[in-house]
């Protein structure tokens, strides 16, 4: 670490006071602080912490001017503060980049330095006025800098979206419209999605998508973690779960409700799962994993459920690991399939049941039984007996009235 042992400049001594005057407290402790001289002393903190970036991001873009590191060939004054402080490049390059924005803006300048403003605040107010005509943008970062008094960061981020109603209102909207147009077209090459599977059952997501699609995944999400569609699904007394793990099963609901036919085609085939069953697990003898496709193992139950409601195909092997029967493509009962079970039924075809929002549409005779995608051969079942009649702990009998009987296996 570089050091000065007698400092001239008057920044060089400050730092040496204000490491002074920080080390005379580092051990001292805080509770003798009463309630309002603590909150006192936290504010008096975050505007120091401002006033210190706004010194240190200077210091950097002089060094930045002085091509300090060069003596060590360093590449640049921010890779040489990197390694000697071990901050990360992009944040030591971030803070020489402040520091030279800082001199082109001498109002949010003097804003940071006085501790008005902290540093995220000050680079969206930087970044908000350099979108802007040069002739507009001092009257417009005087606008910010005033808004930074009762907004944080990210709502001045969306106040300077819209500068243009304070500068040039009459062309305010044409210019929010082409800033957006440009955001959008970043924002969907920018669109990324990475998928890992840890080996453990799970699959790891991480990427971003643009804010339209956000906002439509969020609220397809919201709609399949609302009360009621969790009670409708899950039964009365369901435990509910927490947001984001509510949200995460949403996701996978929603994955396996997307219809298939929408999809191109993959290697000549429809971009479908093959799950391979044997007959004893599909017909619920034995309880043995299903293999799907793509190498992946699944539990026999979620196999026997997939068959039913998903586009998935089927190749059931026999005792002899022989394929007996390769499927065709798992559809959903069309539309006006549905509208006539849906109303010949008059709510879930389960003994007992009074449920009439919400049905799944079912095949009385299961596919691999060979049954067929008609209306005859389609009942309704509320979501909570449809995954039961998929449960092989349960029993079921077809009733003279129509209904469907549940019985626990013994």
């Not at 093959?274 to 043995?288: A, K, M």
């Not at 997939?306 to 539309?335: N, T, Y």
């Not at 009385?364 to 079942?381: E, F, K, S």
Request: with cysteine; charged share 25%.
């Amino acid at each position: 670490m570089t050091a000065i042992a007698t400092p001239r400049h008057r920044v060089s001594v400050a730092t040496a006071h204000v490491h002074q005057e920080l080390d005379a407290v580092n051990d001292a402790s805080v509770w003798s602080m009463d309630e309002s001289e603590t909150a006192a002393t936290l504010v008096g903190l975050a505007r120091a912490r401002a006033k210190l970036a706004e010194l240190e991001a200077r210091v950097a873009a002089h060094a930045d001017d002085l091509q300090i590191g060069q003596d060590v060939a360093a590449s640049s004054a921010a890779n040489w503060l990197a390694h000697q402080t071990k901050q990360t490049r992009a944040e030591t390059h971030r803070t020489v980049r402040l520091g030279h924005d800082l001199e082109q803006h001498p109002l949010t300048r003097d804003a940071l330095a006085a501790g008005r403003v902290c540093v995220d605040q000050a680079r969206v107010i930087i970044q908000a006025v350099d979108r802007l005509p040069a002739e507009a943008r001092s009257r417009a970062e005087r606008h910010l800098l005033a808004e930074a008094a009762h907004h944080d960061a990210k709502t001045l981020g969306i106040l300077g979206k819209r500068l243009y109603e304070v500068i040039d209102p009459d062309a305010a909207d044409a210019h929010e419209a082409a800033l957006l147009e440009r955001e959008e077209a970043a924002a969907m090459q920018a669109c990324r999605l990475t998928l890992r599977d840890d080996g453990h059952g799970t699959t790891h997501l991480r990427g971003q998508i643009p804010t339209f699609h956000g906002a439509a995944l969020r609220k397809m999400l919201a709609a399949l973690t609302a009360p009621k569609h969790q009670r409708a699904t899950h039964g009365a007394g369901v435990e509910w779960v927490p947001g984001p793990e509510a949200m995460g099963q949403a996701f996978c609901a929603l994955i396996e409700r997307f219809p298939v036919e929408q999809l191109p085609k993959l290697g000549g085939l429809t971009a479908t799962l093959v799950v391979t069953i044997t007959e004893d697990s599909l017909l619920g003898r034995v309880e043995r994993a299903g293999l799907l496709d793509t190498g992946d193992r699944i539990s026999p139950g979620a196999a026997r459920r997939l068959l039913c409601e998903a586009g998935v195909i089927p190749v059931v092997l026999g005792g002899d690991s022989m394929p007996i029967d390769v499927g065709r493509e798992r559809r959903f009962h069309p539309k006006y399939h549905r509208v006539a079970i849906l109303t010949r039924d008059q709510g879930c075809r389960a003994e007992g049941c009074d449920r009439r929002l919400g049905l799944h549409t079912h095949h009385v005779d299961r596919w691999a039984d060979g049954g067929t995608t008609t209306v005859g051969q389609g009942i309704a079942l509320c979501p909570w007996h449809h995954s039961r009649i998929h449960d092989t702990t349960y029993e079921t009998t077809k009733l003279p009235s129509g209904k469907v009987a549940f019985h626990r296996r013994t």
